[in-house]
């Protein structure tokens, strides 16, 4: 059986990593280019979201707190739609999986850039 050829091209990434490394959110939305950041969580984790949100500032262009598991298609449009009505040029991840689906979700027909705050820790036990 023969392996079939391919190239992998892959997205541009940067991970900040350490202790008080929230405080540099908004330099990272300005590294991007982008000036208004869509915070998205799930339900549970809104509060969390607004900390995030009051701390940007003028950067934050609201908060949807609709995330859940396996990103329905319909919460995606919903987020998509949020983000464009409020002029969010990038969105903010904070949460686990759902949270970082829902932005890959909106990522993958938008193209707006994605920043994750990873909150959960998920691996095989």
Do not use: W
Not at 12 to 30: C, K, M, N, T, Y
Not at 75 to 93: W, Y
Request: glycine share 10%; hydrophobic share 45%; charged share 20%.
């Amino acid at each position: 059986m023969t392996t079939p050829s391919f190239v992998y091209n892959s997205v541009p990434q940067r991970v900040v990593f350490g202790a008080g490394s929230l405080q540099h959110l908004a330099r990272e939305i300005d590294a991007l280019g982008a000036r208004r950041a869509l915070v998205l969580s799930t339900p549970e984790q809104r509060p969390q979201a607004e900390r995030v949100a009051d701390m940007l500032g003028g950067h934050a262009a609201g908060v949807f707190d609709r995330a859940v598991m396996h990103v329905p298609i319909e919460t995606a449009r919903e987020a998509r739609e949020v983000a464009r009505r409020l002029g969010a040029d990038c969105a903010v991840a904070i949460g686990g999986g759902s949270t970082t689906g829902l932005g890959k979700a909106i990522a993958l027909d938008s193209g707006l850039p994605i920043l994750a705050i990873p909150t959960t820790y998920a691996a095989p036990r």
